[in-house]
């Protein structure tokens, strides 16, 4: 079967998501072969090509967008750049895969899901902590009464990033609100969303959101002013009558944890940080315990990558990577669409709204 030939937008070969994730991610699937590379300098793309093995090496996004050598563009640029590199890919009629967030707002995210259903093709957004083996475990042990039923989620996720230490200078832009890839956009997105994944749709909320440092040291560029928020507290319902209670926030000084415990009437379910638990929800290696009544016991989950030595970042992309190749080859739809990114977005409307107003909000 041929392989599916992949051009990466932002493949810096020196750092970056696309050289920690995108690539250990693709290398490990017999069903990729990455065929085209670009970054925003020719020679920084032409050495990019060379360690990663592909073929083709642009600066012009379009040019790597209409190269008939590609069948799907990733995209793995800061925040503000996916719209016009998403619709350069759908008007060449490309399939997607776009990092989250997945807009700078939810009108641009339902520009994007719109173009993209018209224009036939696949499209997947980065929301990777859904194929985390923890996550889909515990997803399939709630569908099959493990807990009984759910009565409440109580959720802690925080990571290190700006914790009294010099910010790295990668992380700066995060810092402005404007960019939508501060602690609420990113952290929370990831969070919330696995949070509906495993219980359901949250009907309506009430916020806080805090910003505790007004100034930060970044690495090599000194003294910034720090404009995005830094704490997230969620209180939350579904139409199920689950009760959501979430706490999500930067600047941890000690190891950055995760901790998803979710309540029924007959048992409990945590989904915890593992050894990687300081690079946030999506990054960390997830474990699953559970209790019905006694000691919490580990409950592995079965692993399709296992045997892949990718590592902890790559792992969980790399598994929506080869859901999303099954898609491609059947015509089905099971990754997180562009649509799914619309409803997180929606959801973080809803969260600003509350804290803006003090007041519960219905999520639309």
């Known amino acids: 079967m041929d392989s599916i030939r992949v051009g990466i937008v932002g493949a810096s070969p020196d750092r970056g998501w696309a050289v920690r994730a995108h690539v250990p991610a693709l290398g490990a699937l017999a069903d990729y072969r990455i065929t085209a590379v670009g970054t925003s300098r020719l020679e920084s793309a032409e050495r990019a090509a060379r360690l990663f093995g592909a073929a083709h090496a642009y600066a012009d996004p379009r040019e790597l967008?209409?190269?008939?050598?590609?069948?799907?563009?990733?995209?793995t640029v800061k925040v503000p750049a996916h719209a016009e590199l998403i619709r350069l890919a759908l008007a060449a009629g490309k399939h997607v895969y776009c990092e989250w967030p997945l807009a700078l707002h939810t009108a641009e995210a339902e520009e994007l899901a719109g173009l993209a259903a018209a224009a036939g093709v696949h499209h997947a957004v980065g929301l990777q902590t859904r194929y985390s083996p923890a996550v889909a475990r515990a997803r399939r042990l709630l569908a099959e009464g493990y807990v009984g039923e759910v009565v409440s989620a109580t959720v802690y996720a925080t990571r290190q990033l700006g914790a009294g230490t010099e910010v790295p200078d990668w992380a700066a832009y995060t810092l402005d609100r404007r960019t939508g890839a501060g602690v609420v956009e990113v952290l929370g997105g990831h969070t919330l969303d696995a949070v509906e994944y495993l219980i359901g749709r949250f009907t309506d909320v009430s916020a806080r959101l805090a910003r505790h440092h007004s100034r930060a040291v970044v690495e090599g560029v000194g003294d910034v002013?720090?404009?995005?928020?830094?704490?997230?507290?969620?209180?939350?319902?579904?139409?199920?009558?689950?009760?959501?209670?979430?706490?999500?926030?930067?600047?941890?000084?000690?190891?950055?944890?995760?901790?998803i415990e979710i309540?029924?009437?007959?048992?409990?379910?945590?989904?915890?940080?593992?050894?990687?638990g300081p690079g946030g929800i999506s990054l960390s290696e997830l474990r699953l315990l559970g209790s019905r009544g006694g000691e919490w016991q580990p409950l592995d989950g079965a692993d399709p990558l296992a045997a892949m030595p990718i590592g902890i970042e790559p792992?969980?992309?790399?598994?929506?990577?080869?859901?999303?190749?099954?898609d491609i080859r059947t015509?089905?739809?099971?990754?997180?669409?562009?649509g799914d990114g619309v409803r997180v977005h929606r959801v973080l409307d809803a969260v600003r709204a509350a804290a803006?107003?003090?007041r519960r909000v219905p999520v639309s």
């Open 315 to 326: 792992g969980n992309v790399a598994r929506l990577y080869s859901a999303l190749a099954q």
């Open 225 to 259: 002013e720090v404009t995005s928020p830094g704490h997230l507290l969620l209180d939350a319902a579904t139409a199920a009558g689950i009760v959501v209670s979430a706490h999500i926030h930067d600047s941890k000084v000690t190891n950055g944890r995760t901790r």
């Open 356 to 358: 803006h107003t003090g």
């Open 263 to 276: 309540a029924g009437t007959a048992g409990d379910l945590a989904i915890v940080s593992g050894a990687g």
């Open 331 to 338: 015509g089905a739809a099971t990754v997180p669409t562009f």
């Open 65 to 75: 967008a209409e190269d008939p050598g590609v069948d799907l563009v990733a995209i």
